[in-house]
């Protein structure tokens, strides 16, 4: 089956009668945060802040390395309650997602906003309607120009 993260944590939240989003540490939500997370990881490939900001997304304080923490916690936690076991094998999927790209993507699109914000400022867009036969001219003044601010910081 392909399941998101949503539908896996309502899946949890049903099998567990808990509400794993909540902001407690009573035992029985660390431990089932901590089968989201190991599969999250393991079997959606996930990357560790993206996990993050899936709980943050849900109301879950939670950083990149309490994520890491809680998975290499769940091997302890499915020891001593055999129920998580049982609700982890429930899911066998091959997910279609592929996180990487998505980061990719985000990462270009602000990095595209980044510079469509400084293509935005008066002085970048006087550069921009300079002539090319002018280029020259006024690069040997603006040049000149910083020379002056320099040696007037000298002087000063």
Known sequence: MNLKPIEIA???KELSGLDIFKNTRQRKYVEHRS???TILRNKLLMRWTNI???????????DHATVMHSTRQYKMYKKHNKKLEEI????????????????RIHYLENKCNSCET????PLVKLVRDIPKEKTADVEENIKRLMKAWEWKQKVL
């Not at 993050?52 to 939670?62: C, W």
């Not at 400084?118 to 400022?121: D, I, N, T």
């Open 118 to 121: 400084k293509l935005k400022e």
């Open 52 to 62: 993050a900001v899936f709980f943050r997304s849900q109301g879950k304080d939670m």
């Open 10 to 12: 309502n899946k949890i």
């Open 88 to 103: 982890e094998n429930i899911f066998t999927f091959k997910s279609d997602l592929n996180y990487d790209e998505i980061d």
């Open 35 to 37: 089968l989201l997370s």
